[in-house]
């Protein structure tokens, strides 16, 4: 399959498949890549579309840089802007732009993209409200609101790290827009955002939901990525 990397901006990214006026932008999870859009590419490059990949903050090749103000994990609003430089890269490029987004990525494309619609839309173990996994953090570290406002950062004993700055974003941004009726693939064993969460996103904003009676939030098995594999295609070739 052909593959170009180049940078968008300082964003390094990659574009899949032969040239096409149509492009998927595929955001990755936590602790993913741009190379992960490989299985999506895989998929559809060979139905006429490319996809365009790139790294977010902390991420891929720039998994080294330090955690700042850029990190996604203090302040969303840098990684926001990224993801409208990508998309702002790909309307100068494609004439027809869909998306596809796993987990993190998702939440990140709802943000970004809420006043967007797409052609298409695919979400993968996509986290839908953030206020919900953020407080599941903070109620298994014993942090309270109080003292996050107070010392700013806090690191749990999982490594994870929580910022004032990302929980007020969360409480003040609300996901309460979402213009492109979308498919959602939700795995029953997901352990971050449960099934009532993505059913109640997917009938106030007209998504179909799947959901992997085996799966997990990471699909990363060989019978969850046959599986991932054969709803992408079969998603694709029944757009809505």
Not at 95 to 102: G, H, K, M, Q, T
Not at 110 to 117: G, N, W
Not at 204 to 228: A, I, R
């Amino acid at each position: 399959m052909q593959k170009s990397t180049i940078e968008i901006r300082g964003i390094p990214a990659a574009v899949w498949g032969s040239c096409s006026k149509k492009v998927y932008i595929y955001a990755h999870g936590q602790g993913g890549s741009k190379d992960d859009a490989e299985l999506l590419a895989s998929v559809v490059c060979e139905q006429g579309w490319q996809v365009i990949s790139f790294d977010l903050p902390g991420h891929g090749q720039r998994k080294h840089e330090p955690v700042s103000c850029e990190s996604i994990f203090y302040d969303p609003r840098h990684t926001i802007f990224e993801f409208r430089e990508i998309l702002s890269y790909a309307k100068k490029r494609w004439e027809e732009i869909a998306l596809f987004a796993v987990s993190i990525g998702a939440w990140f494309s709802l943000q970004s993209f809420r006043d967007e619609k797409f052609s298409d839309c695919l979400f993968v173990s996509p986290i839908l409200d953030m206020k919900y996994v953020i407080s599941n953090i903070m109620r298994r570290a014993g942090v309270s609101e109080e003292r996050l406002k107070q010392e700013r950062m806090i690191l749990t004993p999982v490594g994870q790290p929580l910022f004032w700055e990302y929980w007020s974003f969360v409480l003040n941004n609300p996901i309460t827009k979402w213009k492109t009726p979308s498919r959602i693939l939700y795995a029953k064993n997901d352990d971050i955002t449960p099934l009532y969460i993505a059913k109640n996103f997917a009938q106030k904003f007209d998504c179909d939901l799947s959901v992997m009676k085996n799966g997990e939030h990471w699909f990363h098995t060989p019978q969850q990525l046959d599986y991932l594999r054969s709803w992408i295609k079969s998603a694709v070739e029944n757009r809505r």
